[in-house]
């Protein structure tokens, strides 16, 4: 378990609601493979696990799943913001399964990272075709539906968005405005944060050329990225009109996020909070929500 300096703590007021309190768990990037896979696919296994202990300690996956099972106990949600896996492999989709349906228990919120879907790490461009090798597989681990779902516990309707790869699509904007007219306060949870100029200035710390890693980034920022990173992350028109709806929408009250492996907090002017936890190995976030005095 991490040391309660470890946990970070929040307290959103909002109107509407209840007095509940969120676990917010992020990146744990759990590796494994077994003689079902491949020679290449084991070795990664081994490499991912080597550099994810140097840094993390080597009970960083342990320390996930205790973090899971505290948050069963302690919280009334655990909203989990995806890379629970680092690759996919079929040992490391029966630990994604065990880690949502076991040890997160029934009050558990899920988005993907791209993570769930990545093959080998890097190795090809991910796209949605690439994505759909594998999306059944995470699809079936997962206790609601991948690409938007909506659930209402405590008076807050907790939203997910997959935007794993740096978009949204107008079936997810749809479906998010609609979510927004039942006037319900929405905690929004995805695994890409949105962009926020006070983020970038921390994760660039003084390199313009350097990516920032967050969705709906405007093209003059994304224009200075090298050109991998450049096609990534730039913004269709689509990811840009839901990114706005997001920040100007008054019933989306609160983002939850990862994918930065750094914990930050940024409020958009006149719109929701935005906080981004870091890797589940050495991080976590605990929200308090409450109503508006």
Same mark, same amino acid.
């Given at each position: 378990?991490?040391?309660?300096?470890?946990?970070?703590?929040?307290?959103?007021?909002?109107?509407?609601?209840?007095?509940?309190?969120?676990?917010?768990?992020?990146?744990?990037?759990?590796?494994?493979?077994?003689?079902?896979?491949?020679?290449?696919?084991?070795?990664? !296994?081994? @490499?991912?696990?080597?550099?994810?202990? %140097?840094?993390? $300690?080597?009970?960083?996956?342990? #320390?996930?799943? /205790?973090?899971?099972?505290?948050?069963?106990?302690?919280?009334?949600?655990?909203?989990?913001?995806?890379?629970?896996?680092?690759?996919?492999?079929?040992?490391?989709?029966?630990?994604?399964?065990?880690?949502?349906?076991?040890?997160?228990?029934?009050?558990?919120?899920?988005?993907?990272?791209?993570?769930?879907?990545?093959?080998?790490?890097?190795?090809?461009?991910?796209?949605?075709?690439?994505?759909?090798?594998?999306?059944?597989?995470?699809?079936?681990? !997962?206790? @609601?539906?991948?690409?938007?779902?909506? %659930?209402?516990? $405590?008076?807050?309707?907790?939203? #997910?968005?997959? /935007?794993?790869?740096?978009?949204?699509?107008?079936?997810?904007?749809?479906?998010?405005?609609?979510?927004?007219?039942?006037?319900?306060?929405?905690?929004?949870?995805?695994?890409?944060?949105?962009?926020?100029?006070?983020?970038?200035?921390?994760?660039?710390?003084?390199?313009?050329?350097?990516?920032?890693?967050?969705?709906?980034?405007?093209?003059?920022?994304?224009?200075?990225?090298?050109?991998?990173?450049?096609?990534?992350?730039?913004?269709?028109?689509?990811?840009?009109?839901?990114?706005?709806?997001?920040?100007?929408?008054?019933?989306?009250?609160?983002?939850?996020?990862?994918?930065?492996?750094?914990?930050?907090?940024?409020?958009?002017?006149?719109?929701?909070?935005?906080?981004?936890?870091?890797?589940?190995?050495?991080?976590?976030?605990?929200?308090?929500?409450?109503?508006?005095?």
């Amino acid at each position: 378990m991490l040391q309660e300096s470890q946990i970070l703590k929040s307290h959103i007021a909002l109107r509407g609601g209840q007095h509940i309190r969120i676990l917010h768990v992020s990146d744990a990037h759990l590796t494994g493979a077994d003689d079902r896979d491949c020679e290449r696919k084991k070795e990664l !296994a081994k @490499n991912r696990r080597d550099s994810f202990s %140097r840094r993390l $300690g080597t009970e960083y996956e342990q #320390t996930y799943f /205790d973090l899971l099972d505290w948050g069963r106990e302690n919280c009334d949600v655990t909203v989990e913001t995806g890379d629970v896996i680092d690759f996919t492999s079929e040992v490391l989709f029966e630990k994604l399964r065990e880690a949502l349906a076991v040890h997160g228990g029934p009050n558990i919120v899920y988005t993907p990272g791209s993570h769930e879907f990545s093959q080998y790490v890097g190795e090809a461009k991910e796209d949605l075709a690439y994505k759909m090798q594998n999306y059944t597989n995470v699809q079936n681990c !997962a206790p @609601n539906c991948l690409e938007f779902s909506a %659930r209402v516990i $405590g008076g807050y309707d907790f939203v #997910t968005v997959d /935007d794993s790869y740096y978009g949204f699509s107008e079936r997810q904007y749809l479906l998010l405005r609609r979510e927004a007219e039942r006037g319900i306060p929405i905690i929004l949870c995805m695994h890409t944060p949105l962009y926020h100029p006070d983020i970038l200035r921390l994760e660039q710390n003084g390199n313009p050329a350097a990516p920032g890693y967050m969705i709906a980034a405007p093209e003059e920022v994304t224009s200075a990225y090298e050109p991998r990173r450049r096609e990534e992350q730039a913004a269709d028109e689509m990811t840009l009109k839901t990114a706005e709806f997001i920040k100007t929408c008054p019933a989306i009250a609160l983002i939850l996020a990862g994918h930065l492996h750094a914990p930050y907090e940024c409020r958009f002017e006149g719109g929701p909070v935005q906080l981004v936890t870091d890797l589940a190995g050495r991080g976590a976030r605990v929200v308090t929500l409450g109503p508006a005095s």
